[in-house]
């Protein structure tokens, strides 16, 4: 009977013999252990390279696109003269404004996110399921989903009795791309809290102090420094994350672009220069972001 279920259940090619010609996909192999800690090694030396390196990497990244323009007939000259003709404004009017955006973004989530942090800790069961929940959901939802439903469910304009408030499109991202970032400032302030050893909570206890006190005289200021490294990481990462308003109408550095390659001809040959200089901004604004958030990671490891 045993024997019946396995020949019923078997996949030919696999668990049996094939009794087809056609071909059969053979299972999927790791790599070997070789081969995994090469990959490691190879993580860990990108990962220890100073910045020479990476912008030697960006150059030559440059470097090996101007084949493809000089193959496109457009050259290399005429490319270079366009996009250095419209860098001052792609750098006041475009990549500014992302900046702009991602420093109204998390002072916007960071706020709400902390109370929301708080609120996961909070002896009142309600709000301590509710925190959680919006805490969960917008954790895992998509950054551009959200950013669609923002902007398709607020309003043009506001009007309040006789004044007219409008809300820009740029309004709108910053709102839809705080909701995700709340969501993640609210677990690091929660996961911050609850790292703090309990001693601390039954020193104040015994102390007299109140709840209320001992987290904002007690707790909290420990959670800060822990709390720091995090933080910068998701502001790096918020900051990569904001040409995703360009989809939605917003005239960041990504949408600017575009409009600039078309006043110049939309020639595929300028695709490479443009997006190529947009990399290195952020990188440039970014990578210095992400090696001073390892060194705060260094300075405040907490050892337990």
């Not at 960041?252 to 947009?278: C, H, K, Q, T, V």
Request: proline share 7%; charged share 15%; glycine share 6%.
């Amino acid at each position: 009977m045993v024997e019946l279920v396995r020949q019923r259940n078997a996949i030919p090619g696999l668990s049996a013999p094939t009794t087809s010609d056609l071909a059969v996909l053979k299972p999927f192999q790791l790599a070997s252990s070789n081969d995994k800690l090469n990959q490691i090694a190879f993580c860990e030396w990108l990962g220890n390279r100073s910045p020479s390196h990476m912008v030697l990497f960006l150059l030559l990244f440059v470097l090996v696109s101007f084949p493809a323009l000089a193959a496109g007939g457009y050259g290399i000259e005429k490319a270079m003269d366009a996009l250095f003709r419209w860098m001052p404004f792609l750098l006041s009017k475009g990549f500014l404004f992302n900046v702009l955006i991602s420093v109204l973004v998390m002072l916007i989530g960071t706020a709400v996110g902390a109370l929301v942090g708080l609120g996961q800790i909070s002896l009142f069961k309600p709000l301590r399921i509710f925190c959680w929940s919006i805490t969960q959901f917008f954790r895992n939802s998509p950054w551009l989903v959200l950013l669609f439903i923002v902007m398709l469910a607020f309003p043009f304009e506001i009007n309040i009795g006789g004044l007219t408030i409008p809300v820009p499109d740029w309004m709108k991202a910053v709102i839809g791309l705080s909701l995700p970032i709340m969501a993640n400032i609210a677990e690091i302030v929660r996961g911050a809290v609850q790292s703090v050893p309990t001693g601390q909570w039954e020193a104040a206890e015994s102390l007299a102090f109140s709840r209320t006190k001992t987290l904002w005289q007690i707790i909290l200021p420990q959670c800060f420094k822990r709390m720091i490294p995090p933080w910068m990481n998701w502001y790096a990462i918020l900051t990569m994350a904001t040409p995703l308003v360009s989809i939605l109408g917003v005239e960041d550095i990504l949408r600017l672009s575009r409009d600039a390659m078309e006043a110049e001809g939309n020639n595929p040959a300028l695709l490479m220069p443009f997006y190529s200089f947009i990399l290195i901004l952020f990188f440039i604004y970014c990578y210095p972001i992400a090696k001073w958030t390892q060194r705060l990671e260094r300075k405040f490891n907490v050892k337990t």
